[in-house]
């Protein structure tokens, strides 16, 4: 959840028209992209062919809102991919991504080296919007702007796994208290979209913007979906927006809040996919810096799913 800062340009006006910031009406502005793959030989990250489906036991999943300030923006990116390049999640799904920022997660070299990528050239982060990376193939991948004042996006991406395709989507929803109907309205788009993806096994995170203890939102989630850390840490807080913890996001945003906007939601209606681990990351200060700089005003997400059917000498730690 992070406001706007000043000169950030909102859309007046797009609750009541129906479109959003690029001008697509949700529901029926489904724009398909062909993911990216870097070429060595020509130093470029080109549109990248089908690959053949992949064939895993276990599947590490990372959501990040990694705040799209320019306060210490180098040296909170630097950490940022220290951070995330050491979860090594096989999908990776982030929020208030800026096209600059794009440009130096393309940079670097794991990802250049590993990664698949939604977009290489920043035609869905502007001001700022939400990036999916992935080392397993990505059959398809699709964005919509949402209905919002504040540029909120949905990106889904289809897994070809050998055992079944698994849909991934990477929201990112409308934050204040004030915005509870437009939450509900892209609650509902997000619903739409992983039900019209055809997968029967699906992951849902990002930043939601809502706690799970927010009812009029929480219950409008697909019950079908299991929240991975009610699952396998109930009784713990989770707060991914936590000032307590975090000093930099006190310093910002002049107020304590801490809440579980962050999260990482599993439909598996055949047990296909199970839950094994879930933890916060990006919780200490930036190295070398003041205890006051973090790499990003919220914390990460990582998760850890074992298949049903897989061996039992298969190691998902």
């Known amino acids: 959840m992070s406001p706007d800062t000043a000169g950030t340009p909102e859309t007046p006006g797009a609750s009541e028209t129906g479109q959003t910031p690029h001008g697509e ?6 724009r398909h992209l062909r993911p990216f793959a870097y070429d060595p030989a020509s130093e470029a990250w080109v549109p990248d062919g089908e690959r053949p489906p992949a064939d895993v036991d276990c599947l590490r999943v990372l959501t990040y809102n990694i705040w799209f300030s320019k306060h210490c923006r180098a040296e909170r990116l630097a950490e940022l991919l220290r951070v995330i390049e050491s979860c090594r999640a096989d999908v990776i799904g982030l ?8 440009r130096g997660i393309l940079a ?14 920043g035609s869905t982060l502007s001001p700022h ?12 991948v699709a964005f919509c702007g949402l209905p919002s004042r504040k540029h909120r996006k949905l990106l889904l991406g289809t897994l070809a796994l050998r055992e079944g395709d698994l849909n991934i989507a990477t929201v990112h929803m409308e934050s204040s208290a004030t915005s509870r109907l437009l939450r509900l309205a ?3 788009h997000a619903r739409s979209a992983q039900a019209r993806a055809g997968a029967e096994d699906a992951i849902l995170m990002g930043d939601l913007n809502f706690d799970p203890r927010q009812q009029a939102e929480q219950t409008r989630i697909d019950a ?3 929240d991975l850390w009610s699952e396998l840490r109930a009784g713990e807080p989770g707060y991914s927006v936590d000032t307590k913890r975090n000093g930099m996001r006190l310093l910002h945003k002049r107020g304590h809040k801490c809440a579980r906007f962050d999260r990482i939601l599993l439909r598996s209606p055949a047990n296909r996919w199970q839950p094994q681990s879930i933890q916060l990351v990006g919780t200490d200060p930036v190295s070398g810096a003041p205890g006051t700089l973090f790499p990003s005003d919220h914390f990460g997400l ?3 799913l074992r298949r049903r059917a897989a061996p039992a000498s298969s190691n998902c730690d």
Do not use: C, M, N
């Open 25 to 30: 009406r949700p529901g029926s502005g489904f």
């Open 95 to 102: 929020q208030e991504v800026t096209p600059e920022q794009a």
């Open 108 to 121: 670097a070299d794991w990802v250049r080296g590993e990664y698949q990528v939604s977009d290489a050239h």
């Open 129 to 140: 919007g939400v990036l999916l990376l992935s080392r397993l193939p990505l059959r398809r």
């Open 186 to 188: 892209q609650i509902k």
């Open 224 to 226: 079908a979906y299991v």
């Open 302 to 304: 990582l998760a850890t």
